[in-house]
């Protein structure tokens, strides 16, 4: 089962890293992404890995303040967020699948549960 953990409530400017684990698969063998969804707005991705080159990828608003990551020991992948602003409000989910890489919803087939992350102003 796919849990996304570590969001919370954060100042802006402050940072948070989310954590993604999964009990029955191993990592290695998917994409890993990482979307949000804000209250009212559509899901929308953050950021992914690459299955088997670990390369990784943003929406390009977000690179430069967010880092993807993994580690395979622990099987699990995480998501640093640093200069958090009120926008970054909204419930963050990570997401498995079996393609190289994809930016939408649909190439992702496993979901976790999300974290919900609060940047106050």
């Known amino acids: 089962q796919l849990q996304a953990s570590g969001g919370g409530v954060v100042q802006a400017g402050g940072s948070l890293r989310l954590s993604c684990v999964d009990s029955?698969?191993?990592?290695?063998?998917?994409?890993i992404g990482w979307f949000r969804q804000a209250p009212g707005k559509e899901r929308e991705f953050v950021a992914g890995?690459?299955?088997?080159?670990?390369?990784?990828y943003y929406t390009d608003s977000l690179k430069g303040r967010f880092t993807v990551s993994r580690d395979y020991g622990k099987n699990t992948a995480y998501l640093q967020m640093n200069g958090l602003k009120a926008e970054d409000t909204a419930v963050y989910y990570c997401a498995l699948s079996s393609m190289y890489r994809s930016r939408e919803s649909r190439g992702f087939g496993s979901w976790g549960q999300g974290t919900q992350v609060t940047v106050s102003s």
């Open positions: 890995i690459s299955r088997s080159d670990d390369s990784t």
């Open positions: 029955g698969r191993t990592f290695r063998n998917y994409a």
